[in-house]
């Protein structure tokens, strides 16, 4: 990566503290998209007023549930992540609330914040815990990001977003004046906070989640690279601690992620779900058995097989689903598989023949949590390489997604099955049908992507797609819950859109069943039926 492509980390930082947002620019107030509030500090978007405005308001919200357990905080790697969390350590002692902070001053990845809420509040009615992760996921070194986690220990339901989001620009314009904060170094000494070993408590129980005996007695030699995320102080030490063959491709950390290759379109993004981003470990695949990769705050994952390289994310979903509910014997028989409405239907027929309930659901990890906790969902995932599953013996493992299951089950499937993920897949494609899937991204402004969230199936005219009668126009999950965009269903495919949270981007989902060229056919019959319908908009 050429220098001139690399964040000028000390302008960052300067930024973050004296750039003031301006409140009556929609594009600099908080927004809680589908995972938390992100933005950049030299865009006025993620800087110390914003930051400050959120956790205050987590405050009020934590007073008004009856959440009056320790907070767990924790960071990634992003250089904005560290004078975040800071800040927000500053605010929250002020509250007098406890706060947990990772007992290595280290780096800590989302699933263990997740894993560390659940650990506390098992068998509790009171004393709650709840979570703030400062990450903006995989997006560029210049962003910073904000999720809270409630008690149940995932993404907050957007009851709870909504609230925080409100209150935090009410205070946005005067957060620095008036909302309480102590000086950090003060908060730092403070009683009210206290050590938690994230690491440790999180990797003694990775064998509850995957079979690690086996691998390790299979000699399966497993390449990581961690993209120079919070998961590089962890997996030299789940490797050591369980005997793993392999390596750990590089444990270096670098605000800048100078050591990244660029992503298709020149933007540094440690997505492991981009050929472009995960090279360095494609290239390194006949060294491993089988790779993967995590995203900075390790809630994705990518899968990489020597024979196939980077394996597409809803293949390796699929071949998860099929592998996960034909070797897990103490799960349930009623356990359901959760997808998100743009995720692959090869899952929706993949169901029907494992005789599962299948669970669709709106775009954003937050609606699996009430699955995941009540045991209807034995496995959840999404197109964007994030997903999570339960124990072996069927209990509640996170309620967030996990890299490190999701790419230590790749080794498990190979150790138990003598073929990579990349084999199980094609013997679903095998037998439900090829998939032809893809997303697009289409650029839209402000008016275009609302108009989009409020499409009503009516408004949408569209009797035929890919040369097939439309089955059905949805605006809404099977359960009801809102998409925030439409879907189309025909006998053999479909196509979704929805506008982004957080880019000025509508997105185009679709797949075939029958063709490449049926693909393109749909894609062409989604953008002709929504450009005519937005030209006004």
């Known amino acids: 990566m050429a220098a001139a492509d690399l964040i000028d980390v000390p302008e960052l930082l300067d930024a973050y503290?004296?750039?003031r947002p301006e409140p009556a620019d929609p594009a600099q107030r908080v927004v809680f998209g589908t995972s938390g509030h992100r933005g950049s500090a030299l865009a006025g978007t993620f800087n110390e007023a914003h930051v400050v405005a959120?956790?205050?308001?987590?405050?009020?919200?934590?007073?008004?549930?009856?959440?009056?357990?320790?907070?767990?905080?924790?960071?990634?790697?992003?250089?904005?992540?560290?004078p975040a969390l800071r800040t927000a350590l500053e605010v929250f002692v002020a509250a007098g609330v406890t706060v947990m902070l990772d007992a290595r001053d280290g780096y800590t990845p989302t699933p263990a914040v997740s894993h560390?809420?659940?650990?506390?509040?098992?068998?509790?009615?009171?004393?709650?815990?709840?979570?703030?992760?400062?990450?903006?996921?995989?997006?560029?070194?210049?962003?910073?990001?904000?999720?809270?986690?409630?008690?149940?220990?995932?993404?907050?339901?957007?009851?709870?977003?909504?609230?925080?989001?409100?209150?935090?620009?009410?205070?946005l314009p005067t957060a620095l004046q008036?909302?309480?904060?102590?000086?950090?170094?003060r908060a730092a000494r403070s009683g009210l906070v206290a050590r938690y070993d994230y690491r440790t408590?999180?990797?003694?129980?990775?064998?509850?989640?995957?079979?690690?005996?086996?691998?390790?007695?299979?000699g399966v030699r497993i390449?990581?690279?961690?993209?120079g995320g919070a998961s590089a102080e962890y997996w030299p030490v789940v490797m050591e601690t369980y005997g793993l063959q392999g390596a750990v491709v590089s444990e270096a950390i670098d605000p800048r992620f100078a050591f990244m290759t660029a992503d298709h379109d020149g933007e540094i993004r440690m997505?492991?779900?981009?050929?472009?981003?995960?090279?360095?470990?494609?290239?390194?695949?006949?060294?491993?058995?089988?790779?993967?990769?995590?995203?900075?705050?390790?809630?994705?994952?990518?899968?990489?097989?020597p024979s196939s390289g980077l394996i597409a994310p809803n293949r390796y979903l699929a071949a998860a689903v099929a592998y996960l509910f034909g070797h897990r014997p103490a799960w349930p028989a009623s356990l359901a598989i959760g997808k998100t409405m743009v995720t692959s239907a090869l899952l929706d027929r993949l169901a029907a023949r494992l005789e599962r309930p299948l669970v669709e659901t709106p775009v954003g990890f937050r609606w699996f949590v009430e699955g995941l906790c009540d045991g209807t969902l034995g496995f959840a995932g999404e197109e964007s390489a994030g997903a999570v599953f339960r124990r072996l013996d069927g209990t509640l493992w996170t309620t967030e997604k996990d890299g490190f299951s999701l790419g230590l089950l790749a080794a498990e499937i190979l150790a138990r099955t003598g073929q990579g993920p990349d084999a199980v897949y094609e013997a679903v494609a095998d037998a439900?049908?090829?998939?032809?899937?893809?997303?697009?991204?289409?650029?839209?402004?402000?008016?275009?992507?609302?108009?989009?969230?409020?499409?009503?199936?009516?408004?949408?005219?569209?009797?035929?797609?890919?040369?097939?009668?439309?089955?059905?126009?949805?605006?809404?999950?099977?359960?009801?819950?809102?998409?925030?965009?439409?879907?189309?269903?025909?006998?053999?495919?479909?196509?979704?859109?929805?506008?982004?949270?957080?880019?000025?981007?509508?997105k185009i989902y679709a797949e075939s069943f029958v063709s490449l060229d049926h693909l393109q056919a749909i894609q062409a019959g989604a953008q002709g039926a929504l450009d005519a319908l937005s030209r006004g908009a």
């Open 178 to 185: 008036d909302v309480p904060r102590v000086p950090y170094a």
């Open 432 to 506: 439900l049908g090829p998939s032809y899937y893809e997303r697009i991204d289409a650029p839209a402004t402000p008016r275009q992507k609302a108009w989009l969230r409020g499409l009503k199936p009516q408004d949408l005219q569209l009797d035929q797609l890919g040369g097939e009668p439309v089955l059905s126009v949805e605006v809404a999950s099977p359960r009801g819950e809102p998409f925030g965009g439409v879907r189309v269903k025909t006998r053999s495919g479909w196509f979704a859109a929805r506008p982004s949270g957080t880019e000025p981007l509508n």
């Open 223 to 227: 390449g990581i690279d961690p993209l």
């Open 54 to 82: 959120i956790c205050g308001a987590i405050c009020v919200h934590r007073k008004a549930a009856g959440v009056d357990g320790p907070l767990f905080l924790a960071g990634d790697t992003h250089a904005l992540s560290t």
């Open 201 to 218: 408590c999180f990797i003694a129980e990775l064998p509850q989640v995957v079979d690690l005996a086996a691998i390790r007695k299979a």
């Open 271 to 305: 997505d492991c779900s981009s050929p472009y981003a995960m090279a360095r470990l494609v290239d390194l695949r006949g060294r491993f058995d089988v790779a993967f990769g995590n995203d900075p705050d390790a809630d994705r994952h990518g899968v990489v097989t």
């Open 17 to 19: 503290a004296a750039v």
């Open 116 to 171: 560390a809420i659940l650990r506390h509040n098992q068998g509790r009615a009171a004393g709650l815990a709840d979570g703030v992760i400062l990450t903006p996921s995989h997006n560029p070194p210049r962003d910073g990001g904000l999720k809270y986690n409630p008690p149940h220990g995932g993404p907050a339901e957007p009851a709870i977003t909504e609230t925080i989001e409100r209150l935090a620009n009410a205070a």
